[in-house]
C-alpha cells in the first residue's frame, strides 16, 4: 500500500448563520442597508451586542464551493508535506471526478435550510447567551458569508495502486435561503470511501456579504 495526500484548493465559503432578537432588527437593517458587502459595521455591531460573527448560533459551514472549473485536486506522494516543494503526481478539476451518484444512487444530498421560522436554535449556544433568550424557532436571522481562495484542506489515504481522477467522487451540498441557494462540495470520496480531513490549508479572505432575513419579509 503507498499513502498518497490529496489536497483540496480553490475557492471556499465561511457561512454563518445567526438568531437576532427583535432589538436588533433595526439597527442590523440599517447597517446593512442595500449594499450586502458592507460586513465590517456589522461585524463590530455583533462583537459589541451579540456574539462573535464566527460563531453562529444555528449553523457554520467552512466548504469549497461547487466551482466544477474553479475547485482543484491536487495528488501527491503521502511522504511530502503541505508547501515543501513538492510536484503532484496529478491535478484535475472537481468536473472530471465521478458524479457521486453514480457511485451510490441512494444518497441523499446535505441541504442547510436557513429560512425563518425554520431553524432551530443551538440549545448549548441559548445557555449561554447574554442576555439569556428562550425562543426554540429563530424568525429573524443574519446570514454571513465570507469568501476564501486557496487552500481548503487535505486527506491522507493509503491506496494498493495509483489513484485516477475518476476514482475520487465529490457529494454536493447546498444551503437554502429566502434569495437562493448557496452550492458547495460537502464530502469527498475515494472508491467509494469518504475521506476524512488530515488538515487545512492556507486561504486569504476575497470579499464577504450578509443578509437579514425575518418571517416577515419573505
Not at 87 to 104: F, G, R, S
Not at 174 to 196: H, Q
Request: with cysteine.
Amino acid at each position: 500500500m503507498t499513502k498518497y495526500r490529496l489536497e483540496i484548493r480553490g475557492w471556499g465559503m465561511d457561512a454563518v448563520a445567526h438568531s437576532i432578537t427583535e432589538e436588533h432588527l433595526e439597527p442590523i437593517r440599517e447597517i446593512i442597508g442595500e449594499n450586502p458587502e458592507n460586513t465590517f459595521d456589522l461585524y463590530d455591531y455583533f462583537a459589541d451586542n451579540i456574539r462573535d460573527m464566527y460563531d453562529g448560533d444555528l449553523f457554520r459551514n467552512n466548504k469549497p464551493w461547487w466551482y466544477e472549473d474553479a475547485t482543484y485536486l491536487f495528488l501527491f506522494n503521502g511522504d511530502t508535506e503541505p508547501y515543501d516543494g513538492s510536484k503532484p503526481i496529478n491535478e484535475w478539476k472537481l468536473k472530471d471526478c465521478t458524479n457521486h451518484y453514480e457511485v451510490n444512487e441512494e444518497f441523499e444530498s446535505t441541504n442547510i435550510v436557513c429560512w425563518p421560522g425554520e431553524n432551530k436554535v443551538d440549545e448549548l449556544s441559548k445557555k449561554y447567551a447574554d442576555p439569556p433568550y428562550d425562543y426554540d424557532i429563530a424568525d429573524n436571522i443574519v446570514f454571513y458569508v465570507e469568501e476564501t481562495k486557496g487552500g481548503m484542506f487535505y486527506f491522507e489515504f493509503e491506496s494498493d495502486e495509483e489513484p485516477n481522477p475518476e476514482d475520487f467522487s465529490v457529494a454536493p451540498g447546498s444551503i437554502e435561503t429566502p434569495n437562493g441557494d448557496w452550492d458547495f462540495c460537502d464530502r469527498f470520496f475515494y472508491k467509494g470511501v469518504e475521506l476524512e480531513i488530515t488538515d487545512y490549508l492556507d486561504n486569504n479572505g476575497k470579499g464577504s456579504q450578509a443578509f437579514l432575513f425575518t418571517k416577515d419579509d419573505v
